[in-house]
């Protein structure tokens, strides 16, 4: 990645979130067994999906099971080892199409597809780095567009302004350890994210720092220590992942990795959210999960858990 960099040789990388599994491509027109699409930029071409894609839920996770999973994190956070911990679960679906479909079909500003094995359609972005500027853009809280009042009950919701004051410190501090000059440009912004299901509103916050002088494109360097992404781990990180990794039943796999694109001047990444994943089973799984605090509330997390396995239009 430094050495592309430096070149200013455009290239493609993908790792998941154990840092097990990557790839790296420096031709970037070639297709092989990878598609990708970065805010219009890509691969694909002008290919169209052979069918439209729907999901069904054939394997959800219990109430019981998903219970024994919160409270192994609560345990955690009463503990005092994490005060935000991102509690994530894999549920069995079919789906209408096949994994190609679903990235061609969707319109997500970030999109990834690995062979028949993995597909992402992410609103979520990482980092963006351009020119000495770095730039991430923690996501977190979500809410039903088509509910009356919905910005307003997303923004005045305490459990979720927490949630976000956690992970905009957290971002920030880990920007600092890469960047000067660390400060949040915007805070809890409200964006509308469109799904098979209707529109959803997510929270935002846009933190900015300056890279040192000769260090700009080394992207290696910069962003590999930043892994894995706050906004889906937790605070603080060390302790947070460790509790994650006891609590959590499936690995994540791909699912909340990163993948990013450097077009030869901007380097743009995303945190891979809204994915489909095939199992060691051979059958898929939707990941999904939310930010766990000593005050959330185990019915709760389980059905936003549930609510969050759609695919984007």
Same mark, same amino acid.
């Given at each position: ?55 069904t839920v054939t394997g959800a996770l219990s109430r019981e099971e998903y219970s024994r999973m919160f409270a ?8 005092? %080892? ?5 509690? *994530? ?28 094995? /993995? ?6 972005? /990482? =980092?963006?780095?351009?020119?000495? !500027? ?12 088509? =509910? ?10 305490? !459990? ?16 600092? #350890?890469?960047?000067? @000059? ?7 912004? =409200? ?11 997510? *929270?935002? #916050? ?13 992207? @290696? %360097? ?6 894995? $992404? ?6 603080? &990180? ?12 499936? $690995? ?10 450097? %077009?030869?001047? =901007? ?13 060691? %089973? ?7 999960? @939310? @930010?766990?605090?000593? !005050? ?11 609510? &969050?396995?759609?695919? *984007?239009?």
């Open positions: 990645m430094n050495g592309c960099g430096r070149r200013r040789q455009p290239f493609v990388w993908g790792i998941d979130y154990a840092g097990v599994n990557c790839f790296f491509i420096d031709d970037i027109s070639e297709r092989g067994d990878v598609l990708w699409s970065v805010r219009g930029n890509g691969n694909a071409g002008d290919a169209m999906p052979s069918a439209v894609p729907s999901l192994a994190v609560r345990e955690g956070l009463m503990r005092g %080892d994490s005060f935000l911990a991102n509690l *994530t679960v894999a549920t069995g679906v079919e789906c209408t199409a096949t994994l190609r479909d679903v990235f061609l079909h969707s319109q997500a500003p970030y999109r990834l597809l690995i062979g028949n094995d /993995f597909v992402c359609f992410s609103p979520e972005p /990482f =980092v963006r780095i351009d020119g000495r !500027k770095i730039s991430t853009f923690p996501m977190k809280g979500t809410a039903d567009a088509s =509910v009356a009042g919905a910005e307003r009950r997303l923004l005045d919701d305490v !459990k979720e302004t927490c949630e976000h004051f956690t992970i905009v410190d957290l971002m920030r501090n880990d920007l600092g #350890s890469v960047a000067e @000059g660390v400060k949040v440009e915007r805070f809890r912004y =409200v964006e509308r994210i469109a799904t098979a299901k209707g529109d959803i509103l997510q *929270t935002s #916050s846009e933190i900015c720092g300056t890279i040192p002088a000769g260090r700009e494109l080394d992207f @290696g %360097d910069l962003l590999l220590p930043l892994l894995p $992404a706050g906004s889906i781990t937790g605070a603080p &990180k060390p302790a947070t992942v460790s509790l994650i990794q006891r609590a959590e039943k499936v $690995a994540r796999g791909w699912y909340t990795g990163v993948f990013g694109y450097f %077009d030869g001047r =901007v380097m743009d990444t995303a945190v891979m959210i809204r994915c489909l994943q095939r199992g060691a %089973d051979g059958r898929l799984y939707f990941h999904s999960g @939310g @930010g766990i605090t000593a !005050k959330s509330v185990c019915c709760d997390e389980y059905e936003e858990m549930l609510a &969050k396995v759609y695919l *984007t239009k």
